[in-house]
């Protein structure tokens, strides 16, 4: 009879959601090697924790991590919480003998994800980072692509992932904006997933030269800061001013308007690098909050010896492929709808017939449906911790050479 697997989550905001619908879905679509139970969702607040609960589906809510982690009820702890808890609870949890599922940026330092990776191997559990976009099926389709060879030998990957939450200079402070709890900006947060991508479909880095800007220094601080629920310090608060203008007629002239607490911002808002792989690939990268226009553009092209292939979130059931082997006057990108039952196209034989889009939420339920046949087995599922680590170490490579005005190896 197939074992059962009872799920300990930590952290209930933007990736709770997420992960919750997919510990819920991955059953229901998936031929799971175990069974799930969502045993206890836990968050800081204990009214809020009981509310998301009842919400997202959870037996029990809890509101101390440890007693989560360390608890005989669990077997996996999957944790959605800022970066600067993943250390202290993937540790904690391998320790405890529980198989873990962690967000990205795995960690705040290589320090740390070096930790990680050693608790979880001494363990002998199951480790995974959630890099969900490995398991977008025209992600997948363009690995197996490449390993089929069907673009030769890799030249160049660009990749660029742009976003424009932060163009406004009025948008607030949050922890993604503070350095104590998120490690860098878009750097850790975007940037890794180009650079796990990059890993992924091309191979390791050798080299990096980066550039890093933040164009907007400080922020008002939130009113109410429902998100900002760790313990991490706040930022320093500041008290700022706006300028009026000066020919405001007396009489004109509105109430002095209050002061705007205003916070430092200590993230980079866009890291750009370029690197060379082991591979001989040449890489450029780009990650900004600051494209207007541009929501969740996650987007890259590799050039190869045969053909390219192109890919952009924002129509992410399509893989574009330029074959250098069709005949010259049809040459050019075609349109790969990723989308075909019946093994053909990774991932969708289990969702609906060829054409029947699918959308963010599915790689989550891909990525956990792939972890949980994993533990059943105890057997490794990429991208491990050791991805993570590794990752990680390109991050602060790239961090390394923005401050250095240098070239620094990986
Ligand atoms: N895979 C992706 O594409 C993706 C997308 C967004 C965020 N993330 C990652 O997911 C993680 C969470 O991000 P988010 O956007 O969901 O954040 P969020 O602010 O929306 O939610 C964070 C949650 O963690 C809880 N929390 C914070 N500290 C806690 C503690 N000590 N104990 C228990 N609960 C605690 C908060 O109460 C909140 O419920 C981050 O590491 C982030 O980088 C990944």
């Not at 975007?190 to 091309?202: M, S």
């Not at 880095?205 to 164009?215: I, L, P, R, S």
């Not at 009026?244 to 509105?254: D, E, G, H, I, N």
């Not at 959308?359 to 956990?368: D, L, N």
Request: net charge positive.
């Amino acid at each position: 009879m197939a074992k059962t697997l009872r799920v300990g989550m930590i952290g209930h905001g933007f990736m709770g959601k997420a992960h919750s619908n997919a510990w819920r879905q991955a059953p229901f679509f998936f031929p799971l090697k175990a069974k799930l139970e969502m045993h206890t969702l836990c968050g800081r607040n204990t009214a809020a924790v009981q509310t998301a609960r009842a919400q997202l589906g959870w037996q029990v809510a809890a509101s101390d991590w440890r007693e989560v982690v360390e608890s005989p009820l669990i077997d996996v702890i999957d944790i959605a919480t800022p970066n600067d808890s993943h250390a202290q609870i993937a540790v904690a949890a391998a320790r405890a003998g529980k198989h873990v599922l962690c967000e990205k940026p795995l960690a705040l330092t290589v320090k740390e994800a070096e930790a990680m990776l050693a608790a979880a191997q001494r363990a002998k559990v199951v480790h995974m980072v959630c890099h969900n976009y490995r398991r977008v099926p025209a992600i997948a389709q363009a690995k197996k692509l490449i390993a089929d060879g069907a673009i030769g030998q890799i030249y160049h990957y660009y990749a660029r992932y742009a976003q424009d939450w932060l163009v406004d200079p009025e948008a607030p402070i949050w922890w993604k904006l503070q350095k104590g709890i998120s490690g860098s900006g878009a750097h850790g947060d975007i940037n890794v997933h180009l650079i796990d991508l990059a890993r992924y479909l091309v191979g390791e880095f050798k080299e990096v030269c980066g550039m890093m800007n933040t164009f907007v220094k400080e922020r008002p601080l939130p009113d109410a800061a429902p998100l900002q629920q760790n313990p991490a310090p706040k930022p320093a608060a500041k008290t700022v001013t706006h300028p009026k203008p000066a020919a405001t007629p007396a009489s004109l002239s509105p109430a002095a308007a209050p002061a705007t607490p205003m916070g430092k911002v200590t993230v980079d808002d866009a890291a750009l690098f370029i690197g060379r792989f082991e591979c001989g690939a040449l890489a450029n990268l780009e990650a900004t909050r600051y494209a207007s226009g541009r929501k969740n553009h996650m987007s890259l092209e590799i050039n190869g010896a045969k053909g390219s292939l192109c890919f952009d979130f924002e129509h992410m059931n399509w893989l574009k492929f330029c074959d250098r082997a069709s005949l010259p006057d049809r040459q050019g990108f075609r349109d790969i709808l990723v989308t075909q039952p019946g093994g053909v196209h990774p991932f969708t034989g289990q969702w609906w017939w060829a054409g029947h889009l699918l959308g963010y939420e599915h790689t989550f339920i891909h990525t956990i449906a792939d972890f949980v046949n994993a533990c059943a087995d105890g057997k490794p599922v990429q991208p491990t911790f050791e991805d993570g680590l590794r990752n990680q170490r390109v991050l602060e490579a790239v961090e390394e050479s923005a401050k250095t005005r240098g070239w620094v190896k990986v």
